[in-house]
Protein backbone atom coordinates (compact mmCIF):
# COMPACT_ATOMS: atom_id res chain seq x y z
CA UNK A 1 0.00 0.00 0.00
CA UNK A 2 1.24 3.07 -0.97
CA UNK A 3 0.98 6.10 1.10
CA UNK A 4 0.00 9.76 0.77
CA UNK A 5 3.86 10.94 1.53
CA UNK A 6 4.65 7.48 -0.51
CA UNK A 7 2.66 9.29 -3.86
CA UNK A 8 4.62 12.61 -2.97
CA UNK A 9 7.62 10.88 -2.55
CA UNK A 10 7.37 9.35 -6.19
CA UNK A 11 5.73 12.23 -7.81
CA UNK A 12 9.46 13.82 -7.03
CA UNK A 13 11.33 10.68 -7.96
CA UNK A 14 9.46 9.50 -11.23
CA UNK A 15 10.15 12.84 -13.55
CA UNK A 16 13.79 12.39 -12.39
CA UNK A 17 14.07 8.87 -13.38
CA UNK A 18 12.45 9.00 -16.55
CA UNK A 19 14.66 12.18 -17.27
CA UNK A 20 17.37 10.10 -16.42
CA UNK A 21 17.03 7.66 -19.07
CA UNK A 22 17.63 10.09 -21.83
CA UNK A 23 20.96 8.35 -23.42
CA UNK A 24 24.16 10.50 -22.89
CA UNK A 25 25.58 11.99 -26.62
CA UNK A 26 27.18 9.52 -28.38
CA UNK A 27 29.25 9.25 -31.57
CA UNK A 28 28.81 6.17 -33.52
CA UNK A 29 30.16 4.91 -36.65
CA UNK A 30 27.81 3.11 -39.89
CA UNK A 31 28.80 0.02 -41.97
CA UNK A 32 30.14 2.53 -44.37
CA UNK A 33 32.29 4.93 -42.03
CA UNK A 34 30.71 7.59 -41.63
CA UNK A 35 30.27 9.59 -37.89
CA UNK A 36 27.25 10.36 -36.70
CA UNK A 37 26.39 12.48 -33.37
CA UNK A 38 23.30 11.62 -31.44
CA UNK A 39 21.93 13.50 -28.94
CA UNK A 40 18.48 11.98 -26.49
CA UNK A 41 19.23 8.90 -29.04
CA UNK A 42 18.61 10.80 -32.28
CA UNK A 43 20.65 12.07 -35.17
CA UNK A 44 22.28 15.65 -34.62
CA UNK A 45 24.23 17.95 -35.78
CA UNK A 46 25.42 20.69 -34.11
CA UNK A 47 24.57 24.34 -35.54
CA UNK A 48 26.58 26.21 -32.96
CA UNK A 49 27.69 29.74 -31.99
CA UNK A 50 30.97 30.07 -29.68
CA UNK A 51 31.02 33.04 -27.03
CA UNK A 52 34.05 35.15 -27.26
CA UNK A 53 36.62 34.81 -24.30
CA UNK A 54 35.51 36.90 -21.80
CA UNK A 55 32.14 36.17 -22.09
CA UNK A 56 31.18 33.22 -20.24
CA UNK A 57 29.30 35.16 -17.02
CA UNK A 58 25.97 35.14 -16.25
CA UNK A 59 25.27 38.81 -17.09
CA UNK A 60 27.24 38.33 -20.48
CA UNK A 61 25.40 35.69 -21.35
CA UNK A 62 22.10 36.93 -20.69
CA UNK A 63 22.63 39.66 -22.98
CA UNK A 64 23.65 37.54 -25.35
CA UNK A 65 20.39 35.34 -25.38
CA UNK A 66 18.10 37.24 -28.34
CA UNK A 67 21.64 36.67 -30.52
CA UNK A 68 21.51 33.28 -30.09
CA UNK A 69 17.86 33.09 -31.12
CA UNK A 70 18.76 34.99 -34.14
CA UNK A 71 21.29 32.91 -35.29
CA UNK A 72 19.08 29.82 -34.85
CA UNK A 73 21.63 27.63 -33.24
CA UNK A 74 20.76 24.70 -31.37
CA UNK A 75 24.23 24.44 -29.36
CA UNK A 76 26.40 27.10 -27.56
CA UNK A 77 29.92 27.02 -26.64
CA UNK A 78 31.49 28.47 -23.50
CA UNK A 79 34.12 28.51 -21.67
CA UNK A 80 34.70 27.74 -18.21
CA UNK A 81 37.51 29.56 -16.60
CA UNK A 82 39.92 27.82 -14.32
CA UNK A 83 40.84 30.77 -12.13
CA UNK A 84 37.12 31.75 -11.52
CA UNK A 85 35.90 28.13 -10.15
CA UNK A 86 38.84 27.55 -8.50
CA UNK A 87 40.08 30.67 -7.05
CA UNK A 88 41.49 28.86 -4.05
CA UNK A 89 42.53 25.74 -3.98
CA UNK A 90 40.42 23.08 -3.27
CA UNK A 91 37.27 25.86 -2.69
CA UNK A 92 34.95 25.27 -6.21
CA UNK A 93 32.62 28.05 -7.09
CA UNK A 94 30.61 26.77 -10.00
CA UNK A 95 27.49 28.76 -9.05
CA UNK A 96 28.10 31.06 -12.59
CA UNK A 97 28.34 27.66 -14.64
CA UNK A 98 24.92 26.53 -13.18
CA UNK A 99 23.10 29.89 -14.02
CA UNK A 100 24.75 29.92 -17.72
CA UNK A 101 23.65 26.25 -18.15
CA UNK A 102 20.15 26.91 -16.51
CA UNK A 103 19.60 30.01 -18.96
CA UNK A 104 20.70 27.82 -22.18
CA UNK A 105 18.53 24.71 -21.11
CA UNK A 106 15.56 27.46 -21.03
CA UNK A 107 16.68 28.86 -24.31
CA UNK A 108 16.02 25.32 -25.68
CA UNK A 109 19.61 25.38 -26.63
CA UNK A 110 22.64 21.99 -25.75
CA UNK A 111 26.24 23.44 -23.96
CA UNK A 112 29.53 22.66 -24.75
CA UNK A 113 31.76 23.88 -22.16
CA UNK A 114 35.01 25.21 -23.32
CA UNK A 115 37.74 24.10 -19.95
CA UNK A 116 40.12 26.58 -20.54
CA UNK A 117 42.99 25.15 -18.12
CA UNK A 118 46.63 24.83 -18.24
CA UNK A 119 46.48 25.66 -21.88
CA UNK A 120 44.44 28.04 -23.34
CA UNK A 121 46.02 29.11 -27.35
CA UNK A 122 49.31 27.90 -25.82
CA UNK A 123 49.82 30.05 -22.78
CA UNK A 124 48.48 29.76 -19.16
CA UNK A 125 46.35 33.17 -18.56
CA UNK A 126 43.38 31.52 -17.54
CA UNK A 127 44.97 28.82 -14.67
CA UNK A 128 44.37 30.24 -11.02
CA UNK A 129 47.06 33.16 -9.11
CA UNK A 130 47.78 30.07 -6.63
CA UNK A 131 49.08 28.16 -9.85
CA UNK A 132 50.73 31.36 -11.51
CA UNK A 133 52.63 32.56 -8.55
CA UNK A 134 54.08 28.97 -7.61
CA UNK A 135 56.21 28.39 -10.31
CA UNK A 136 58.40 26.01 -7.86
CA UNK A 137 55.62 23.81 -7.47
CA UNK A 138 53.71 24.77 -11.06
CA UNK A 139 57.18 24.43 -13.77
CA UNK A 140 56.54 26.72 -16.54
CA UNK A 141 58.39 25.68 -19.68
CA UNK A 142 61.89 26.77 -20.08
CA UNK A 143 63.23 27.62 -23.57
CA UNK A 144 66.57 27.23 -25.58
CA UNK A 145 67.86 29.96 -23.70
CA UNK A 146 67.07 29.46 -20.38
CA UNK A 147 64.14 31.45 -19.48
CA UNK A 148 60.78 31.15 -17.89
CA UNK A 149 57.86 31.67 -20.46
CA UNK A 150 54.15 32.05 -19.67
CA UNK A 151 53.47 28.79 -20.24
CA UNK A 152 52.99 25.58 -17.91
CA UNK A 153 55.37 22.65 -18.86
CA UNK A 154 53.38 19.33 -19.74
CA UNK A 155 55.95 17.98 -17.47
CA UNK A 156 54.86 19.40 -14.39
CA UNK A 157 53.42 16.01 -12.12
CA UNK A 158 51.64 18.78 -9.69
CA UNK A 159 49.88 20.65 -12.41
CA UNK A 160 48.58 17.37 -14.34
CA UNK A 161 47.03 16.80 -10.62
CA UNK A 162 45.72 19.89 -9.80
CA UNK A 163 44.19 20.42 -13.47
CA UNK A 164 42.98 16.95 -13.63
CA UNK A 165 41.35 17.73 -9.96
CA UNK A 166 39.42 20.35 -10.43
CA UNK A 167 38.11 19.42 -14.53
CA UNK A 168 37.14 16.10 -12.50
CA UNK A 169 34.98 18.52 -10.02
CA UNK A 170 33.77 20.18 -12.97
CA UNK A 171 32.69 16.73 -14.68
CA UNK A 172 31.09 15.77 -11.04
CA UNK A 173 29.07 18.88 -10.52
CA UNK A 174 27.54 18.64 -14.50
CA UNK A 175 26.36 15.00 -13.31
CA UNK A 176 25.24 15.69 -10.41
CA UNK A 177 23.63 19.42 -11.80
CA UNK A 178 22.72 18.20 -15.38
CA UNK A 179 22.25 14.32 -15.69
CA UNK A 180 18.78 14.17 -15.98
CA UNK A 181 18.85 17.50 -18.01
CA UNK A 182 21.56 16.32 -20.67
CA UNK A 183 21.96 20.18 -21.60
CA UNK A 184 25.84 19.70 -21.86
CA UNK A 185 26.53 17.59 -24.29
CA UNK A 186 29.85 17.04 -25.06
CA UNK A 187 33.76 19.35 -23.35
CA UNK A 188 36.26 20.63 -24.89
CA UNK A 189 39.70 19.88 -23.00
CA UNK A 190 41.90 22.94 -22.84
CA UNK A 191 41.69 25.03 -25.73
CA UNK A 192 43.89 25.40 -28.46
CA UNK A 193 46.75 23.58 -26.22
CA UNK A 194 50.41 23.76 -26.91
CA UNK A 195 53.59 25.17 -26.05
CA UNK A 196 53.71 29.03 -27.59
CA UNK A 197 57.27 30.52 -27.05
CA UNK A 198 59.22 26.91 -27.67
CA UNK A 199 59.23 24.05 -29.26
CA UNK A 200 60.05 21.95 -26.26
CA UNK A 201 60.54 22.52 -22.76
CA UNK A 202 64.65 22.87 -22.33
CA UNK A 203 64.34 22.26 -18.15
CA UNK A 204 67.08 19.61 -16.81
CA UNK A 205 64.38 17.08 -16.45
CA UNK A 206 62.56 17.49 -19.52
CA UNK A 207 66.10 17.36 -21.48
CA UNK A 208 66.74 14.26 -20.03
CA UNK A 209 63.73 12.77 -21.24
CA UNK A 210 64.38 14.30 -24.58
CA UNK A 211 67.85 12.34 -24.60
CA UNK A 212 66.37 9.17 -23.31
CA UNK A 213 64.17 6.34 -25.26
CA UNK A 214 60.77 7.20 -26.82
CA UNK A 215 58.23 5.27 -24.50
CA UNK A 216 57.86 1.64 -25.99
CA UNK A 217 54.02 1.76 -26.00
CA UNK A 218 53.93 5.42 -28.39
CA UNK A 219 56.87 3.31 -30.62
CA UNK A 220 54.69 0.43 -30.69
CA UNK A 221 51.51 2.39 -31.58
CA UNK A 222 53.34 4.21 -34.06
CA UNK A 223 55.24 1.19 -35.90
CA UNK A 224 58.47 2.04 -35.43
CA UNK A 225 61.68 1.23 -34.39
CA UNK A 226 62.97 2.11 -30.65
CA UNK A 227 65.18 4.43 -30.58
CA UNK A 228 65.60 8.26 -28.78
CA UNK A 229 63.40 10.97 -29.96
CA UNK A 230 66.34 12.03 -32.59
CA UNK A 231 67.22 8.62 -33.95
CA UNK A 232 62.92 7.41 -34.06
CA UNK A 233 61.73 11.12 -35.55
CA UNK A 234 64.52 12.51 -36.55
CA UNK A 235 66.00 15.59 -36.57
CA UNK A 236 63.37 18.16 -38.16
CA UNK A 237 60.49 16.43 -35.77
CA UNK A 238 62.16 14.95 -32.74
CA UNK A 239 61.26 18.07 -30.37
CA UNK A 240 57.92 18.16 -31.43
CA UNK A 241 57.32 14.76 -31.41
CA UNK A 242 58.60 14.66 -27.81
CA UNK A 243 56.13 18.24 -27.32
CA UNK A 244 53.52 15.88 -28.47
CA UNK A 245 53.89 13.32 -26.66
CA UNK A 246 53.95 14.62 -23.23
CA UNK A 247 51.41 16.95 -23.95
CA UNK A 248 49.02 14.69 -25.46
CA UNK A 249 48.74 12.53 -22.65
CA UNK A 250 48.96 14.86 -20.04
CA UNK A 251 45.64 16.32 -21.42
CA UNK A 252 44.31 12.28 -21.83
CA UNK A 253 45.04 11.93 -18.02
CA UNK A 254 42.78 14.68 -17.74
CA UNK A 255 39.87 13.79 -19.81
CA UNK A 256 40.24 10.21 -18.67
CA UNK A 257 39.72 11.43 -15.05
CA UNK A 258 36.74 13.45 -16.41
CA UNK A 259 35.07 10.56 -18.27
CA UNK A 260 35.12 7.70 -14.99
CA UNK A 261 33.25 10.56 -13.14
CA UNK A 262 31.02 11.39 -16.32
CA UNK A 263 31.58 9.74 -19.42
CA UNK A 264 30.50 13.17 -21.73
CA UNK A 265 32.06 13.06 -25.26
CA UNK A 266 35.58 15.03 -25.34
CA UNK A 267 37.55 16.96 -28.62
CA UNK A 268 40.45 18.98 -28.43
CA UNK A 269 40.98 22.24 -30.71
CA UNK A 270 43.37 23.28 -33.06
CA UNK A 271 45.30 26.62 -33.64
CA UNK A 272 46.69 26.22 -37.22
CA UNK A 273 49.49 25.52 -38.53
CA UNK A 274 52.07 22.73 -39.28
CA UNK A 275 55.50 21.48 -41.05
CA UNK A 276 54.89 21.89 -44.49
CA UNK A 277 51.06 22.05 -44.14
CA UNK A 278 50.48 25.81 -45.44
CA UNK A 279 47.59 25.60 -42.74
CA UNK A 280 49.01 28.85 -41.15
CA UNK A 281 51.43 31.25 -43.59
CA UNK A 282 51.17 34.47 -42.27
CA UNK A 283 54.05 33.75 -39.76
CA UNK A 284 56.79 31.55 -39.47
CA UNK A 285 54.85 27.76 -39.35
CA UNK A 286 57.00 26.29 -37.20
CA UNK A 287 56.05 24.54 -33.65
CA UNK A 288 56.27 27.28 -30.79
CA UNK A 289 56.71 30.28 -33.20
CA UNK A 290 53.82 30.35 -35.63
CA UNK A 291 51.76 27.82 -33.49
CA UNK A 292 51.45 25.94 -30.41
CA UNK A 293 54.23 23.51 -30.30
CA UNK A 294 52.54 19.87 -29.57
CA UNK A 295 48.96 20.70 -30.13
CA UNK A 296 46.95 18.07 -32.80
CA UNK A 297 47.71 19.88 -36.25
CA UNK A 298 47.40 18.39 -39.03
CA UNK A 299 51.20 16.84 -39.77
CA UNK A 300 50.61 15.20 -36.04
CA UNK A 301 47.66 14.06 -35.94
CA UNK A 302 48.55 10.22 -36.06
CA UNK A 303 50.82 11.25 -33.17
CA UNK A 304 47.61 12.01 -31.18
CA UNK A 305 45.95 9.11 -31.69
CA UNK A 306 48.45 7.18 -31.02
CA UNK A 307 48.43 8.36 -27.43
CA UNK A 308 45.47 10.41 -26.48
CA UNK A 309 42.59 7.78 -26.59
CA UNK A 310 39.64 9.02 -24.58
CA UNK A 311 39.57 12.23 -26.67
CA UNK A 312 36.81 11.92 -29.07
CA UNK A 313 37.19 14.43 -31.80
CA UNK A 314 40.04 16.55 -32.77
CA UNK A 315 38.42 19.37 -34.45
CA UNK A 316 39.74 22.38 -36.58
CA UNK A 317 39.99 25.99 -35.96
CA UNK A 318 39.35 27.27 -39.48
CA UNK A 319 39.62 31.19 -40.17
CA UNK A 320 41.48 30.79 -43.72
CA UNK A 321 39.44 32.84 -45.78
CA UNK A 322 41.09 30.81 -49.04
CA UNK A 323 38.36 28.39 -50.28
CA UNK A 324 41.36 25.87 -51.41
CA UNK A 325 42.59 26.03 -47.96
CA UNK A 326 39.74 25.69 -46.15
CA UNK A 327 38.82 22.76 -48.40
CA UNK A 328 42.17 20.79 -47.65
CA UNK A 329 41.84 21.50 -43.58
CA UNK A 330 38.30 19.53 -43.64
CA UNK A 331 39.98 16.95 -45.80
CA UNK A 332 42.90 16.60 -43.51
CA UNK A 333 40.49 16.45 -40.21
CA UNK A 334 37.94 14.43 -41.85
CA UNK A 335 39.56 10.95 -41.24
CA UNK A 336 38.80 6.92 -40.73
CA UNK A 337 39.53 7.44 -37.01
CA UNK A 338 38.16 11.03 -36.86
CA UNK A 339 34.66 12.62 -36.96
CA UNK A 340 34.96 16.41 -38.61
CA UNK A 341 33.92 19.13 -36.30
CA UNK A 342 34.30 22.84 -37.19
CA UNK A 343 34.30 23.98 -33.33
CA UNK A 344 35.78 27.40 -34.56
CA UNK A 345 35.23 29.54 -37.75
CA UNK A 346 34.51 33.07 -38.96
CA UNK A 347 31.39 34.75 -39.39
CA UNK A 348 30.54 35.98 -43.32
CA UNK A 349 29.38 35.42 -46.61
CA UNK A 350 32.69 32.91 -47.05
CA UNK A 351 32.56 30.76 -44.11
CA UNK A 352 28.38 30.62 -44.55
CA UNK A 353 29.64 28.95 -48.24
CA UNK A 354 32.11 26.95 -47.08
CA UNK A 355 29.79 25.15 -43.67
CA UNK A 356 27.92 23.29 -47.09
CA UNK A 357 31.35 21.74 -47.78
CA UNK A 358 31.49 20.50 -44.52
CA UNK A 359 28.13 18.86 -44.35
CA UNK A 360 27.88 17.93 -47.89
CA UNK A 361 31.71 16.75 -48.91
CA UNK A 362 32.71 15.79 -45.32
CA UNK A 363 30.03 14.75 -43.18
CA UNK A 364 30.48 16.73 -40.68
CA UNK A 365 29.04 16.50 -37.59
CA UNK A 366 28.83 20.19 -36.30
CA UNK A 367 29.87 23.53 -37.65
CA UNK A 368 30.50 27.06 -34.99
CA UNK A 369 31.76 30.02 -35.44
CA UNK A 370 33.36 32.21 -33.01
CA UNK A 371 32.37 35.56 -31.46
CA UNK A 372 28.55 35.34 -32.03
CA UNK A 373 27.79 37.45 -29.03
CA UNK A 374 28.81 40.96 -30.66
CA UNK A 375 26.64 42.60 -28.59
CA UNK A 376 23.85 43.62 -30.85
CA UNK A 377 20.54 44.43 -28.93
CA UNK A 378 18.15 43.71 -31.82
CA UNK A 379 19.35 40.12 -33.58
CA UNK A 380 22.60 38.47 -35.16
CA UNK A 381 25.54 41.02 -36.13
CA UNK A 382 25.49 41.29 -39.68
CA UNK A 383 29.04 39.15 -39.75
CA UNK A 384 26.99 36.52 -38.78
CA UNK A 385 23.82 37.09 -41.16
CA UNK A 386 24.55 34.52 -43.76
CA UNK A 387 25.40 31.51 -41.40
CA UNK A 388 22.23 32.58 -39.59
CA UNK A 389 20.63 32.19 -42.78
CA UNK A 390 21.91 29.01 -43.49
CA UNK A 391 20.88 27.72 -40.12
CA UNK A 392 17.27 28.62 -40.65
CA UNK A 393 16.84 27.18 -43.66
CA UNK A 394 18.48 23.40 -42.98
CA UNK A 395 18.02 23.59 -39.17
CA UNK A 396 14.38 21.67 -40.06
CA UNK A 397 16.22 18.80 -41.60
CA UNK A 398 19.32 17.82 -39.16
CA UNK A 399 17.83 14.21 -39.13
CA UNK A 400 17.63 13.49 -42.69
CA UNK A 401 20.81 15.32 -43.06
CA UNK A 402 22.31 13.15 -40.83
CA UNK A 403 20.55 9.89 -42.58
CA UNK A 404 21.78 11.28 -45.57
CA UNK A 405 25.33 11.84 -45.42
CA UNK A 406 24.92 7.89 -43.36
CA UNK A 407 23.85 6.71 -46.64
CA UNK A 408 26.13 8.87 -48.73
CA UNK A 409 23.44 10.85 -50.84
CA UNK A 410 24.27 14.14 -49.69
CA UNK A 411 26.41 16.51 -52.14
CA UNK A 412 27.81 20.17 -52.11
CA UNK A 413 27.74 22.57 -55.00
CA UNK A 414 29.34 25.67 -53.77
CA UNK A 415 30.22 29.24 -55.89
CA UNK A 416 33.75 30.67 -56.00
CA UNK A 417 35.59 33.90 -57.62
CA UNK A 418 35.64 32.56 -61.06
CA UNK A 419 33.60 29.22 -60.25
CA UNK A 420 29.50 30.30 -61.47
CA UNK A 421 28.78 26.39 -61.54
CA UNK A 422 29.15 22.80 -60.42
CA UNK A 423 27.88 19.50 -61.39
CA UNK A 424 27.20 16.75 -59.08
CA UNK A 425 25.61 13.24 -60.06
CA UNK A 426 23.47 11.05 -58.61
CA UNK A 427 22.40 6.89 -59.37
CA UNK A 428 20.01 8.57 -62.00
CA UNK A 429 20.45 11.98 -62.34
CA UNK A 430 23.09 14.67 -63.06
CA UNK A 431 22.71 18.03 -61.84
CA UNK A 432 23.80 21.13 -62.79
CA UNK A 433 23.88 23.68 -60.57
CA UNK A 434 24.47 27.37 -61.99
CA UNK A 435 25.03 29.95 -59.12
CA UNK A 436 23.33 33.85 -59.96
CA UNK A 437 20.81 32.52 -61.99
CA UNK A 438 18.99 35.42 -64.12
CA UNK A 439 15.33 35.56 -62.78
CA UNK A 440 12.43 36.62 -64.67
CA UNK A 441 9.16 38.70 -63.73
CA UNK A 442 6.60 38.83 -66.03
CA UNK A 443 7.29 41.43 -68.56
CA UNK A 444 10.20 42.53 -67.20
CA UNK A 445 13.85 42.20 -67.79
CA UNK A 446 15.61 39.29 -66.01
CA UNK A 447 17.71 40.33 -62.80
CA UNK A 448 20.90 38.54 -61.38
CA UNK A 449 20.10 37.34 -57.55
CA UNK A 450 22.37 37.49 -54.97
CA UNK A 451 25.17 39.81 -53.37
CA UNK A 452 28.12 41.25 -55.86
CA UNK A 453 30.56 38.59 -53.79
CA UNK A 454 30.17 35.09 -54.44
CA UNK A 455 27.01 33.45 -52.32
CA UNK A 456 25.47 30.36 -54.11
CA UNK A 457 25.70 27.34 -52.03
CA UNK A 458 23.37 24.59 -52.42
CA UNK A 459 22.86 21.02 -50.62
CA UNK A 460 21.54 18.15 -52.73
CA UNK A 461 20.31 14.99 -51.05
CA UNK A 462 18.77 12.23 -52.83
CA UNK A 463 16.08 11.05 -50.77
CA UNK A 464 14.92 7.71 -53.11
CA UNK A 465 15.75 6.89 -56.98
CA UNK A 466 13.77 10.32 -58.02
CA UNK A 467 13.08 11.98 -55.37
CA UNK A 468 15.40 15.23 -54.01
CA UNK A 469 15.98 17.56 -51.21
CA UNK A 470 17.36 20.62 -51.65
CA UNK A 471 18.59 23.34 -50.09
CA UNK A 472 20.82 26.31 -50.47
CA UNK A 473 21.09 29.67 -51.66
CA UNK A 474 21.53 31.73 -54.86
CA UNK A 475 21.48 28.94 -57.17
CA UNK A 476 19.53 27.70 -60.34
CA UNK A 477 19.23 23.36 -60.69
CA UNK A 478 18.82 21.95 -62.92
CA UNK A 479 18.66 18.55 -63.52
CA UNK A 480 19.26 15.27 -66.47
CA UNK A 481 19.15 11.98 -66.98
CA UNK A 482 22.34 9.95 -65.69
CA UNK A 483 24.99 10.24 -68.57
CA UNK A 484 25.03 7.12 -70.54
CA UNK A 485 21.51 5.98 -69.12
CA UNK A 486 19.96 6.21 -72.40
CA UNK A 487 17.13 8.64 -71.37
CA UNK A 488 16.80 11.71 -72.93
CA UNK A 489 15.89 14.63 -70.59
CA UNK A 490 14.29 14.91 -67.80
CA UNK A 491 10.85 16.64 -66.04
CA UNK A 492 10.14 17.61 -62.42
CA UNK A 493 6.91 15.87 -62.14
CA UNK A 494 6.42 17.62 -58.15
CA UNK A 495 7.80 20.42 -56.49
CA UNK A 496 7.35 21.85 -53.10
CA UNK A 497 9.05 24.34 -50.77
CA UNK A 498 8.84 23.36 -47.15
CA UNK A 499 10.11 22.69 -43.24
CA UNK A 500 9.96 19.37 -41.64
CA UNK A 501 8.47 19.31 -38.24
CA UNK A 502 8.80 16.95 -35.86
CA UNK A 503 10.59 15.21 -38.61
CA UNK A 504 7.43 14.65 -40.73
CA UNK A 505 7.61 17.44 -44.03
CA UNK A 506 5.37 20.37 -44.36
CA UNK A 507 4.76 21.99 -47.50
CA UNK A 508 4.33 25.92 -47.39
CA UNK A 509 4.47 26.60 -50.96
CA UNK A 510 3.87 24.51 -54.30
CA UNK A 511 6.36 25.22 -57.15
CA UNK A 512 5.51 23.55 -59.67
CA UNK A 513 5.07 24.92 -63.31
CA UNK A 514 6.71 28.12 -63.94
CA UNK A 515 8.70 27.60 -60.74
CA UNK A 516 10.61 25.40 -61.77
CA UNK A 517 10.28 24.49 -65.61
CA UNK A 518 13.79 25.63 -66.38
CA UNK A 519 15.07 24.46 -62.90
CA UNK A 520 14.79 24.92 -59.29
CA UNK A 521 15.86 28.33 -58.35
CA UNK A 522 17.46 28.96 -54.63
CA UNK A 523 16.32 32.49 -54.01
CA UNK A 524 19.08 35.14 -52.12
CA UNK A 525 16.73 34.33 -48.97
CA UNK A 526 17.27 30.54 -49.41
CA UNK A 527 14.83 27.71 -49.47
CA UNK A 528 14.45 24.02 -48.54
CA UNK A 529 12.61 22.30 -51.65
CA UNK A 530 11.71 18.84 -52.05
CA UNK A 531 11.42 17.83 -55.95
CA UNK A 532 10.13 14.58 -57.72
CA UNK A 533 11.35 13.67 -61.28
CA UNK A 534 10.67 11.64 -63.96
CA UNK A 535 13.12 10.52 -67.35
CA UNK A 536 12.03 10.21 -70.58
Not at 167 to 190: S, W
Not at 404 to 415: F, I, P, T, W
Request: charged letters at 20%; proline letters at 7%.
Amino acid sequence: MITLRGLFVLAAVLPLAVAQNKPIAQISKTASGVYQLSVDGKPFIILGGQVNNPSAFPDRMRRAWPEFKALHANTIEFPVYWDTIEPVEGKFDFSGFDEIVRGLRQQNLRAIPLWFGTWKNGAMDYTPAWVKSNPTRFPRVIDSGGKPIRVLSPHGQATLQADRTAYTALLNHIKEFDQAERTVIMMQVENESGLLGSVRDYSPDATRLFNGPVPAPFVAALKKKPGTWTEVFGPRMAEEAFTVYYLSTYIDTVAKAGKAVYPLLTYCNVWMGGDNTNDNFDVWDRPGEGYPSGGPVSHVIDLWKASAHDIDIIGPDIYHQSPIIYRTILGRYHRPDNPLMVVETGGGMNFARYMFYALGDHDAIGFTPYGVDTGATDGISPRFAAVAANFGVIGSALPVISQLQAAGKLKAAVEEDFIRSRTVTFDNYDVFVHFRPAVRASGLAPVVTGPPEPSGRALVGQLGPDEFLIMGFDAELVFRPAWGSHYTDAQFVEVEEGVYENGVWKRTEIRNGNFSDRGIVLPSRGAMVKAKAIRY
